[in-house]
């Protein structure tokens, strides 16, 4: 059982992948993809070194047939004549005779439940019988049973790659496009797995949608402890982007689940270069190594939390804060700052400004101020048309009543006396809880504060506020660290407000366009378009990074609208059912659009695509 407010790694069996081990004491390993022509030798060993040399411990490889697959002998000796010991790892899909023959010269073979035996999903619905059901079942063993022996046979190790877009229909008609489905689709395997005694098997969970991807690995882990399996995990966020939102992203997921001590490789995908990824999956990995032998956090969980099936936290709204309102954004501008935010929707809702009066207060805008300037600002003429609302450090507490507003903030840390701030916010439902952190581990001790706050039947409102020490060359650094301290506090419905906070040189400016990435990241509020694109790979059929920029500069005005951009067609339909529209690769330089989960227009040539795709969401946008 997890605990949620101490840190330690998830206890696994360990797997050996050629010279490399994984899961149970060993470090959290990192990896990447190539994107080169898995037939191109020379290509794809140049590709893979870089990702090497950038600090990679396995290498994965498409092979999309068994031509693919025999060449990663010629790429593995390459790699080892090199002096490189590093895994390869083999990405199967559709075909289980490849799986077979990569087997023979991969260190590591990566199945997809979802079309290992079962047909390439067509989204058509049928309802299987229990009979009907179990023979499907009888036919995965049938099949997959002769591949394990054969990984026996050559000491290879496998990986389940469950990918939330590629669920087989018969997944889909039995449990739904839910994250019930997407683990019953890997139990299957393991359950095969364990039956068999092979014991090197490795996991993974992923979609674009980091709730549905933290919520399935957090059901599996829980559903592999019932039946007795302790198999080491891969974390992905699949198609993340690229880019602040592509890091954004992939910090939120994979960060919200390696804060709870889950997780045993990471890949950050990336539309960029591979080598990229690395660095960013290291800093996720380094950070959260930081809170090993943490102080004890003395906290009880909530008996209503579900931390399988988490929903939002019931609070009273105070102003636009709580309740059903989107979480909102504190800013901390300084009172000369001038920058102007180009997106009308990430402007910060809240602007604290301490005790320092600007030169002019904006008509409409809200504000935070200091306890002890509050009354005099506010009855100053020039504060007319705004908005102020008092802060309290925790020793102003008792001077909380004395000031009347209908909006107040209280700056709280777990740790503080209960029975003096608990009845301080049952006597005043008007107040936002402010908390903070300064504890090795952050995730812990701000879940704990709220937990308290739970179990005491106290409703009001929480904001996370961050604090970071980062200079402007470490704003990836920051940005990264404040998804990931944030991903698992979304997740478990407890974030109605952040607050990101930096003792450094990075603008506001920046900071405010975090919190926003990061709400949006969690599914939680959209300020402006999403791009859900792959990472590419050896099946990537036109120029992915190309047609990523075009499309994004087209319909970077178009807030609210997901569009999907894939390689191939692995994912493609089944991310489509998180976007509004999809671009995905049909044949070489040829693209078939979406809407949702249909295709609409096929095998456009690739230097029409984009007009295509711009013409597609106008005329169906102008119907709304």
């Known amino acids: 059982m997890i605990d949620l407010f101490n840190y330690s790694r998830r206890p696994t069996s360990t797997v050996h992948i050629g010279a490399l081990d994984m899961g149970s004491d060993f470090p959290v390993r990192v990896q990447s993809m190539t994107t080169t022509n898995t037939n191109d030798t020379e290509a794809c060993v140049r590709q893979a070194e870089e990702i090497i040399r950038a600090g990679g411990e396995l290498v994965r490889l498409t092979t999309q047939g068994s031509r693919e697959a025999e060449n990663l002998k010629n790429i593995n000796a390459g790699i080892r004549g090199d002096g490189f010991q590093t895994p390869l790892v083999a990405d199967v899909h559709f075909n289980p005779h490849v799986a077979d023959v990569a087997a023979l010269y991969a ?179 380094d950070y959260f190594a930081r809170r090993k032998g943490h102080l004890l956090i003395p906290a009880t969980a909530n008996k209503d939390f579900d931390w399988l099936r988490p929903q939002r936290r019931d609070t009273v709204a105070v102003g636009n804060i709580g309740g059903d309102h989107v979480p909102v954004v504190i800013s901390s501008h300084q009172k000369d700052e001038t920058e102007v935010v180009s997106n009308i929707d990430q402007r910060p809702d809240y602007i604290y400004l301490g005790s320092e009066k600007p030169r002019q207060f904006k008509a409409g805008q809200d504000y935070i101020v200091d306890y002890n300037v509050y009354d005099a600002w506010n009855s100053d003429p020039a504060t007319t048309g705004a908005h102020l609302w008092p802060i309290f450090p925790v020793m102003a507490m008792p001077l909380m009543a004395a000031i009347k507003a209908d909006r107040k903030f209280l700056v709280l840390q777990f740790g503080t006396p209960a029975e003096e701030y608990l009845a301080c916010l049952k006597a005043h439902p008007e107040v ?135 390689g191939c067609i692995v994912n493609g339909p089944g991310e489509m059912a998180d976007a509004d529209y999809g671009y995905v690769g049909a044949g070489p330089k040829r693209v078939s659009l979406y809407k949702k989960q249909v295709c609409v227009e096929k095998n456009i040539p690739e230097e029409d695509a984009v007009e295509h795709l711009l013409r597609l969401i106008k005329s169906e946008e102008l119907k709304k």
Not at 147 to 169: P, Q, Y
Not at 258 to 278: K, M, Q
């Open 107 to 285: 260190e590591k073979v990566r199945i997809n439940p979802g079309n290992y035996v079962d047909p390439a999903r067509k989204f058509i619905k049928h309802e299987y019988t229990d009979e009907e059901y179990v023979a499907e079942l009888q036919k995965i063993e049938d099949r997959f049973v002769p591949f394990l022996n054969i990984c026996k046979e050559h000491h290879t190790a496998i990986r389940i790659g469950v990918n939330h877009g590629s669920l087989s229909d018969r997944i889909r008609n039995r449990y739904g496009d839910t994250p019930e489905g997407i683990v019953e689709s890997c139990m299957e395997f393991l359950r095969i797995c364990k039956k068999e005694h092979f014991d090197d098997v490795v996991i993974s969970i992923k979609s674009s949608n980091t709730v549905v991807m933290v919520r399935s690995v957090r059901l599996l882990v829980a559903t592999m402890d019932k039946e007795d399996m302790h198999y080491p995990l891969h974390l992905g966020v699949t198609e993340a982007g690229e880019g602040e939102d592509g890091r954004i992203k992939s910090a939120v997921g994979i960060g919200a689940l390696l804060a709870d001590g889950i997780g045993d490789t990471i890949r950050v995908s990336l539309s960029e270069e591979p080598a990229a990824e690395i660095p960013v999956a290291k800093h996720l990995v």
């Open 432 to 566: 936002v809880v402010v908390c903070t952190s300064n504890h090795q581990n952050r995730l812990g001790d701000q879940r704990a504060l709220v937990h308290e706050m739970m179990n005491a039947g106290v409703k009001n409102p929480v904001i996370f506020a961050e604090m970071y020490r980062h200079s402007a060359k470490e704003k990836e650094d920051l940005q990264l660290e404040a998804a990931a301290d944030l991903g698992a506090l979304m997740i478990d419905g407890l974030t109605d407000g952040i607050w990101l906070l930096n003792d450094g040189d990075i603008s506001e400016q920046t900071l405010d366009e975090t919190s926003f990435g990061i709400l949006q990241a969690a599914r939680l509020r959209t300020s402006k378009t999403e791009y859900i694109s792959c990472p590419g790979c050896g099946r990537t059929l036109y120029d992915l990074r190309d047609t990523i920029a075009k499309i994004r500069e087209a319909t970077k005005d178009m807030k609210g609208l997901k569009i999907g951009i894939m």
